[in-house]
């Protein structure tokens, strides 16, 4: 467990060395922010309570799309890339044969950078988004602490999947057209584009159900205060149940991989 | 050459390339089919109807994807400084600017440029316009000048990561960041930032003031019509000013030494 925690402050530290790239990601998250907002006022213009959102909840969940992009990494742009090089390197062996478990081992890694993307990219957006616009923020404590435990499960649940794409290099050598196919699906259902809650009839039903929307939508309505009692904690099992099926698949998909791992170069 | 290079590079994994084109072609795509699932809501937006709208995406979704195809490449010029990899292009006998632009030159962005034109074409079937010889002759001459505006601003981010190095997120705010804003018509947005677009950063240029002139529709600044007929001069200032930024911060350049 030690080890895993280590790795964890590790994934933080490295995200942290790059202070520059973080500062010019807060700006590039606030233009988008804006000219997110400007549409949505819009489009919320024309039809108030649109989705069961006023104006202000509206423009509180664009924000907390561009708080929470790097960190649920709706674009990819965590560990995946690395590992699929060393996949296709062969380093990959000298993974497996540490006496740490593959999947815990970037889990633990990515939690780090999460965390990291929270407080470097998340907290700044989110502020001067407040001071431009009027943002529904939480009043209770409570609703706050909820919401960074369904952004955990979010973090979670993205890990599981990109774990999976990532592991697809074993067989495809090279994923760079997975990781887009992943991203793409991560943007869309996740609610990044447009709140789930907008899409019609079934499509709408589908994007809800479907992993990525643990990511955004979940946690925006958590922080919302969409799901409160009972309702928060189904959010949360639906989170949970998304985590523990992606995770089990990526185990077995992981000792499949491992038993035909061919070792390319010297 | 280089360019041909990195087209044979990328055909060596074939499933990929094929996935990374569709991929390209759909995450334009679903820029527009957010627009879509606003209509579903609402009639129009801003005042603009969606064959309007339509109209304004085509034409930045192709000239952006004109000009990321030419010079997408500019955002890896951060890692090369960083690395020290941009000294193997300087010895090189080439101009350093075509080989940035060439490197890892992807067809994929293909994918980019396809999705623009159908829905430009799409936007032009629909929209109820009065189509003289000069409305006509405005839709290619937007679309080029605006590939030549958006060229300059990624060449012009490409010099700013001689200092910067690792912040090419800041370019991709003026480039990808302007093309969503583009999408959109200006009276969405405050009148501020559609002053920062004309008259700073340029990139009304690209779509807006010809497409409104197009569409018959008055410019939120009050601006005078003739404005709609200088995207071609204001590209070639552009590319003039991002040139000289460019050779600048070349000079400035200097190796890791690694």
Redesign the interface.
Known sequence: MRLYAVVAVGGFRRYAT?R??T???V??NT??G??MA??Y???WD??PH?GGYDVSQALTFVWLGQALLMTCAMMGGGFEDEMIERIRTGDIAIDLYRPADLQLWWLAGDLGRAAFHLMGRGIVPMILGALAFDLALPVSPLTWIAFLVSVTLGVVVSFALRFLVALSAFW???????I??CW?AG??FSGM??PLN???GTLGDIARALPWSSLLQVPADVFLGKHTGWGLLGAYAFQCGWAVALLGAGRVLQSVATRRVVVQGG | MIAAMWIRSTMTYRTSFLLTAFGNLAATAFDFVTILLMFSHVDALGGYSLGEIALLYGATGTAFGIADLVMGSMDRLGRRVRDGTLDVLLVRPAPVLAQVAADRFALRRLGRITQGLLVLGYGLLTVDVDWTPLRILMVPMMLLSGAAIFSSVFVAGGAFQFWAQDASEVQNSFTYGGNTLLQYPPTLFAKDLVRGVTFVVPLAFVNWLPALYVLGRPYPLDLPHWLAFLPPVVAAVCCRLAGFAWRVGLRSYRSTGS
Do not use: H
Request: glycine content about 8%; overall charge neutral.
């Open positions: 790059y520059v790239a500062v010019a990601g700006f590039t233009v988008f804006f000219i400007y549409t006022i819009a489009l024309q039809r649109l495809l050598m090279d994923g760079a057209g997975v887009q196919i793409l943007l869309f584009l447009l907008l899409f019609p």
